[in-house]
């Protein structure tokens, strides 16, 4: 539509349905029993916006084909937050698309009037607070008047129209009826007016003499004229009718079908307004030809009125006819001089006048599809084709870059102002079966909706080329823009003749429209429609030929944007604002190379591998056409306009002229009043981004033509000169310009940061938030899709309604006004409050910064500073800025307190240590600049920012300490203690000069503190720094090189108490530390730490106190703190659970044993330790404690331990009873056997039982060993056999402890009869019971040694406990002792046969003794000859011949009594006749030893 009229303006969204909150109501309906036959018009989409009594006040009704039943509400004011409540009236019948709204005589109260196709006609009161409606789901019944127009006839309705209390339809028979509804009762007279010709008794007459009836009633409209309702009807046959309401009569009557051409049909009719006091009405008659379809005109006709006795109409005889040769007409308005035309394709507009005007050009608007369309590359004029051919010549780097970068440009343009909306998103997004609740897709951030979309276009792509994410990102865009289209249909339009505001209403949306800058005029017209230029600012000394020099340069810079096509300027904007694949200054090099030789190989490559070879080649060949015809024409153009401007130097200066449209103008602004949030704000932002894209990619087209002269300047005769003069004054002035739109673009479409929990502005800012509700509800949505930088900022743009350069806050904006506005807002952000001349934009950025930092959009401060330097730098007057009057320094500042807030909230890893080093690098740059100090002292604690906290006069040094100090601080504040360590660092380099005396001023030492303080404190923090970022080695030398001793300690202390909590304080052990002078203060600290922690805390400080010691060679000092330890191990309580007081009684064993180990180092002499000496030491200093408590000695002398004990040195000896009593204690309690430790002097008596009842034989004996001597030891020796041999006895302990054992015999058959079978018996207890042997086996072994005796112990206890007992072979085997010894008979040593034969006889074991004897007696009278000479010696023989004599007593005895006589008598057969060989044999060897003594 733009190239066949000319474009006057652009639409602009300002309302959403992102931006309102729907409160849904249901009407309830008496009328239940309703005809299904519809007698009223089907739903259509339709809507309409009532302008109330107060201009802000704007009531819009909505209702949708696809939900006939629900009329939607919106209001609507300049005074509106953000979030806007809607009403959702739901009603019981599908609706007509008809809908009135009026006052009533309550401001706040509206009524509605609305008809459902089945003919109910419902009028409702509403507040327009649709608060109230919250909390209720059905509409007040006693504000609903319902009214079924049924009754007053069947015919068709075709048409309704309404005004206050008033409702009129026409029907399919031509009549028209009005209803006094909501005034009268239906029953009263005069309720229903039928609007007739003639009245009285004529009218019956008339009906019967008319022979022509009117046709179907097409339309109806209402308006008051001179005070009086009129209605305006049209018939189908075209009869055109004025009736006055208040009369019920008719006033005007005509044909109108004889005004049009013939065949037209009338369709639609539409009232304008009087024209003043000219009485000129004009109407519109919307007519269609029957024979060709889709073809409309509408033709503009006048009325003229006067008022007399009565109100006279006459038709004017001017007409004027407007064709619309695309597109349906949708809605037409008329105003007193215009005519607003909506149709499908667009909004045309034509002028009216009292003369014929068939010739005046009609103007068009550009609707927002065609926005739309170019974003996502979606029109034929804006094909994304070239996105990725431009993107793979400039990118050089991997494939995901190209990728990412592609997606990030994609992504950008969705979510820009216009584009992005909340419902198509979604709508797409189902396309893609992705699905989410309403509160889940509304709590979506930026970032998590782009994770979201990159995904889902990841996973549709066929492969991870480039290629593929190319097209699967236009595929989504296209499905975008086709559920755009689908849910933004265009309803109506509104116009407000008294502000000149026009507005769209949209299915889902509302806009206004505004007019078209300057450089938009000149960019879309041509020299033959422009004219006179001198209107646009532009003056030229020769009119004519300088502008024809101007379209000329023009039509070359459109050729190059065509060239390279729309996606140039959105790849330069991805570069300057996006992730850096490419920089700014490479780019136009890039693009100029693609201009002059075409896209890069690599393209070419792309095109062949996915594409195919023919196509490939066939679209390679075709760029190269066209890259051949663009170089011909530019070449040929450039040519021509040298000749026309004789000299380039005046192409230049032409050139310069032109370049002031693109210039931000300077508007000096009134700031009285404080900003309101409301909906002119977000017209304000939506225009800002359009224009500000408009600026930005002309300035880039001219900066890339004039790089592109600069190129090819000797192939058009261009001199150096002039190439010079491009280079050094056109290269710079024109990025200064692309650099200031780029910022207002970057703030208008830029999506604010979501707010962090923790910044230094977000308390501040909650502060002022939270004092006024509008700035709360925006506060909300930082973070969302929708809201932008600009809303930001706008806080600070403040207004006066009686500047032109403003929005009025009281109304919606004309067109021209909402262009005034941007240059308002553009100016502003650009020049500042005063539009003051300044040499850059560096001190209005930091300004703008100050306003972001405040809200914490951290991204956008950091762009905006790293963009300002970098645009600094290419000025050659960089240097001196830095050197002016401190703008460069607050720069530097502020940018280092974004950098630490972004490392702070939002980074982790090498991305934060990564700002957090850019961070200190700015707040370093930030002192080191001149002007400093002066500069950052003036910024406001309003902003956000952390108090500097100085004032006064300040030396170079001073001031340096005092700035480093607050930046150690604020990297303090945000645990960043690596930044901070170094700002304290750099602190310590200026004390000395600080404070000096040769400083004339006196402002360095505010608090009049010491050079050695302030180094204390400072290296204090250092310290500190350290110790959080674990450099331990760092924090130790930051302590000795304390010059403050009490510091020094605090941090010592601190030090050693974080080396436990880290378990690393074998640092203090393991050499590498140098403890100069500092070595007695590390044990103290170690003591004291040791005193006052948990005793059984991991890691243990004594076992770090015993470590220190060994490592500096000092070995009691170490056995004595190991001793400590195991003294508070043994008097502190511990859990009373066995598991911690196995752990403390473990942990005092390892004490004692290292005590032990450390003493046996040093030598006998002086191996002894007094473990209270450093005790006593320790409670000497004059530390703080926590809490009471009692120390070591305190609890030993409360102990039960003999105070004696506490005045004795302790040696090795004393140290080996304790830890051999500990280890019982230890063995005691794993059995759950408790046992108390009463001190070393005497050994309990229980302790040795205890520990042979819980089988601890091993740690008995130890005890045993450790404690008695001598005959002492023999008689606990026989102790504690006795009781291990009561363990064997079947009888006394358990009788399933009798098993089958190789060396274990049962005596008799009773006995197995008693314990029971061996068959039976549970292996378990088998093992338990041979175990018992085999262990009394083993330490009677061992110890026998000790006690030669033991054998008899185990045997007579055995015996004494079983008489009946078998005893065991092996300890028989000891009795019997050695073969050679049986030489000498039955003797030998204390546990001899002998023993054991009077054991046999006295627990009567006479079949025993029997054979025992019978073996020796035989084993001594089958000597070998050898032996039988010892034999004959005297005395070497012996036998106990008592007790021989006593086993033959017991034998006769037994015989006497009658009690085993056989048995008995067998023996004594024996016993006798062995007894009589051996007395013969000692006869014979008496002899031969008389024999041989008296020889």
């Not at 005004?259 to 639609?268: F, H, K």
């Not at 050079?1011 to 923090?1021: D, H």
């Not at 059995?1231 to 089988?1255: A, Y």
Request: glycine share 6%; aromatic share 10%.
């Amino acid at each position: 539509m733009a190239s066949k009229w000319r474009l006057a303006g652009m639409e602009v969204p300002f309302i959403s349905s992102d931006s309102v909150k729907w409160i849904e109501v249901s009407v309830s309906s008496n009328n239940n029993n309703i005809s299904s036959d519809n007698v009223a018009p089907l739903t259509e989409d339709c809507a309409s916006c009532s302008v109330l009594e107060n201009p802000s006040q704007y009531l819009i009704w909505r209702i949708h084909k696809n939900l006939p039943t629900s009329l939607e509400l919106l209001h609507v004011s300049s005074s509106h937050q953000f979030t806007i409540l809607g009403l959702r009236i739901n009603f019981p019948f599908p609706l007509s698309p008809f809908a009135f709204i009026c006052s009533s005589n309550n401001t706040n109260i509206h009524v509605l009037h609305v008809l459902t196709v089945s003919g109910i006609a419902f009028r409702l009161k509403f507040s327009s607070n649709f608060s109230v409606y919250e909390s209720t789901l059905l509409f007040p019944n006693q504000d609903i008047l319902e009214f079924n127009l049924v009754n007053y006839g069947t015919v068709p309705i075709t048409r309704v129209a309404a005004t206050a209390g008033c409702l009129v339809v026409g029907r399919n028979d031509g009549s028209v009826a009005s209803f006094q509804l909501g005034i009268l009762h239906p029953g009263s007279p005069g309720f229903q007016q039928e609007l007739r010709d003639d009245t009285g008794i004529g009218r019956l007459w008339g009906l019967m003499s008319r022979g022509r009836m009117l046709g179907p009633v097409q339309d109806l409209v209402i308006v008051e004229v001179l005070g009086k309702m009129l209605l305006f009807v049209l018939h189908s046959d075209g009869i055109f009718r004025v009736w006055d309401l208040s009369s019920h009569s008719r006033i005007f009557s005509h044909t109108m079908t004889n005004q049009v051409s013939e065949g037209a049909l009338p369709m639609r009719l539409w009232v304008g307004e009087a024209k003043g006091s000219s009485g000129i009405i004009p109407f519109a008659i919307l007519y269609k030809r029957a024979l060709e379809v889709g073809t409309e005109m509408i033709y503009v006709f006048s009325l003229h009125c006067k008022l007399g006795d009565k109100l006279l109409l006459s038709l004017e005889s001017s007409i004027q006819d407007i064709p619309l040769d695309e597109g349906a007409c949708i809605d037409v308005k008329l105003t007193s001089k215009k005519i607003w035309i909506l149709k499908d394709s667009g909004l045309i507009f034509h002028n009216l006048s009292d003369n014929d005007v068939t010739e005046e050009e009609p103007c068009c608007y550009a609707m927002q599809e065609e926005f739309v369309a170019e974003q996502l590359f979606q029109s034929s004029e804006c094909s994304s084709d070239d996105l990725l051919s431009i993107t793979h010549s400039l990118v050089t780097s991997p494939k995901d870059h190209v990728v990412s970068f592609v997606s990030s440009i994609f992504f950008r343009r969705l979510l820009h102002p216009g584009v992005h909306h909340n419902i198509v998103l979604r709508a797409t997004l189902l396309d893609y079966n992705r699905h989410w609740t309403d509160s889940e897709f509304q709590n979506f951030t930026v970032d998590a909706l782009k994770k979201e979309i990159i995904s889902l276009i990841e996973h549709e792509a066929v492969a991870e080329s480039p290629l593929s994410i190319f097209y699967g990102w236009k595929n989504f865009c296209t499905r975008y823009f086709h559920h755009w289209c689908k849910n933004n249909e265009p309803y109506g339009l509104f116009v407000q003749s008294s502000t000149g505001a026009v507005g769209l209403l949209r299915k889902n949306s509302m806009s206004v429209f505004r007019s078209l800058e300057s450089i938009e005029l000149l960019i879309d017209g041509c020299s033959d429609e422009l004219g006179d230029l001198v209107s646009f600012g532009l003056e030229f000394s020769d009119d004519h030929s300088e502008r024809e020099i101007l379209f000329g340069l023009l039509r070359c810079i459109i050729s190059i944007s065509h060239q390279l096509g729309k996606s140039a300027s959105a790849i330069f904007y991805e570069s300057l604002v996006g992730t850096l694949t490419i920089s700014a200054e490479e780019l136009v090099p890039c693009l100029l190379k693609i201009l002059e030789t075409g896209y890069s190989s690599s393209v070419v490559a792309l095109n062949m591998s996915d594409l195919g070879a023919d196509v490939g080649r066939e679209k390679e060949l075709a760029n190269h056409k066209n890259l051949r015809k663009f170089s011909i024409d530019m070449l040929l153009s450039l040519h021509a306009l040298g000749k026309k401007a004789v000299s380039w130097d005046r192409m230049l200066n032409v050139l310069e002229s032109y370049l002031q449209f693109l210039v931000p103008r300077k508007i000096l602004q009134d700031l009285d009043a404080g900003a309101v949030f409301n909906i002119s704000t977000s017209i304000l932002v939506q225009a800002t981004s359009q224009i500000a894209k408009v600026m930005f990619e002309s300035a880039l087209d001219v900066l890339l033509f004039i790089s592109y002269l600069l190129s090819i300047g000797g192939q058009i005769g261009i001199s150096h000169d002039d190439m010079l003069r491009m280079q050094l004054e056109f290269i710079p002035m024109i990025q200064e310009i692309v650099f200031e739109w780029l910022i207002i673009l970057f703030f208008g479409t830029t999506s604010s940061e979501s707010p962090t929990l923790e910044d230094f502005s977000s308390q501040l800012s909650s502060l002022q938030i939270g004092s006024n509700g509008g700035k709360r509800s925006w506060n909300d949505k930082l973070g969302k899709c929708d809201f932008t930088l600009a809303f930001i900022l706008l806080l600070n743009f403040q207004s006066s309604s009686g500047d032109p350069s403003h929005i009025s806050l009281r109304c919606l904006p004309s067109p021209q006004e909402v262009t005034s506005s941007v240059r308002g807002f553009t100016s502003w952000v650009i020049w500042g409050k005063t539009g003051e001349e300044s040499s850059s934009f560096l001190k209005r950025s930091t300004q703008l910064s100050l306003i972001l930092l405040k809200h914490g959009q951290y991204n956008a401060v950091k762009y905006l500073l790293t963009g300002t330097e970098a645009n600094l730098q290419k000025e050659k007057t960089f240097r001196s800025i830095q050197d002016s009057d401190g703008d460069w320094c607050v720069l530097q500042h502020l940018l280092g307190c974004c950098l630490l807030a972004q490392a702070q909230c939002e980074l982790h890893g090498l991305l934060k240590e990564k700002k957090v080093c850019e961070a200190v690098r700015c707040f370093f740059r930030a002192a080191s600049g001149q002007g400093a100090f002066q500069a950052l002292q003036s910024l406001s604690h309003e902003a956000g920012l952390p108090n500097l906290g100085f004032n006064g006069c300040l030396s170079s040094a001073a001031w340096k300490l005092h700035y480093y100090q607050w930046a150690m601080q604020i990297f303090e504040q945000y645990s960043v203690s690596e930044g901070a360590c170094q700002f304290a660092l750099a602190a310590l380099e200026q004390v000395d000069e600080a404070l000096s005396p040769k400083d004339d001023c006196h402002g360095g030492n505010p608090l009049n503190e010491s050079a050695a303080t302030i180094k204390g404190r400072l290296w204090a923090n250092v310290f500190k720094f350290t110790l959080d970022l674990n450099l331990l080695h760092d924090a130790y030398c930051a302590i000795i090189s304390n010059p403050d001793e009490e510091s020094k300690c605090i941090c010592l202390r601190r030090f050693i108490i974080v080396l436990y909590e880290r378990k690393a304080a074998k640092l203090l052990c393991d050499g590498q530390l140098p403890f100069i002078g500092i070595a007695e203060k590390i044990e103290r600290e170690l003591a004291w730490k040791a005193d006052r922690s948990d005793i059984l805390a991991k890691p243990n400080p004594y076992e770090l106190l015993y470590a220190f010691e060994m490592q500096r060679h000092n070995w009691r000092k170490a056995a004595s703190y190991m001793y400590l330890y195991s003294a508070r191990l043994r008097t502190e309580p511990v859990p009373k659970d066995s598991q911690h007081m196995l752990s403390a009684l473990q942990e005092r064993l390892n004490g004692l044993s290292a005590a032990i180990n450390a003493l046996h180092l040093v030598h006998p002499a002086y191996a002894w330790i007094d473990p209270f000496s450093g005790k006593s030491s320790i409670q000497n200093e004059h530390y703080p404690r926590k809490k009471a408590k009692k120390t070591v000695i305190e609890q030993l002398v409360g102990s039960d331990i003999q105070p004696q004990c506490l005045q004795s040195y302790i040696d090795i000896d004393k140290l080996e009873k304790e830890y051999v009593l500990t280890s019982a204690e230890y063995l005691l309690t794993t059995r759950n056997v408790k046992w108390t430790f009463n001190g070393i002097n005497e050994v309990p008596s229980d302790l040795v039982d205890l520990l042979v009842q819980t089988n601890f034989y091993n740690m008995a004996f130890t005890v045993l060993l450790k404690f008695w001597k001598g005959s002492r030891l023999k008689r606990e020796l026989e102790i504690v056999f006795f009781a291990m041999s009561l363990k064997c006895c079947p009888n006394k302990v358990d009788s399933a402890c009798l098993g089958t054992h190789g060396l274990l015999l049962t005596s008799s058959k009773d006995e197995a009869v008693v314990h029971g079978s061996p068959d039976n018996i549970a292996a378990a207890h088998q093992y338990k019971g041979n175990g018992q042997w085999e262990t009394l086996e083993l330490y009677l072994i061992k110890y026998k040694d000790f006690h030669a005796g033991l054998p008899i112990v185990v045997a007579e206890t055995l015996l004494r406990t079983d008489p009946h007992i078998e005893l065991p072979l092996w300890l028989i085997c000891m009795f019997k002792g050695d073969r050679r010894e049986r030489t000498r008979g039955m003797t030998s040593q204390e546990s001899s046969p002998a023993s054991l034969f009077r054991l046999y006889v006295d627990y009567g074991r006479y079949t025993e003794a029997t054979n025992l004897l019978l073996e020796y007696i035989e084993s001594f009278s089958s000597m070998k000859p050898t032996d039988i000479i010892n034999r004959k010696r005297p005395f070497s023989v012996w036998f106990p011949y008592t007790a021989i004599e006593r086993l033959w007593c017991q034998l006769e005895e037994l015989i006497r009594s009658g009690h085993m006589v056989d048995q008995c008598d067998k023996l004594k057969k024996l016993l006798h006749g062995t007894l009589l060989s051996h007395l013969k044999l000692l006869k014979v060897d008496s002899d031969d030893a008389i024999s041989a003594a008296s020889s």
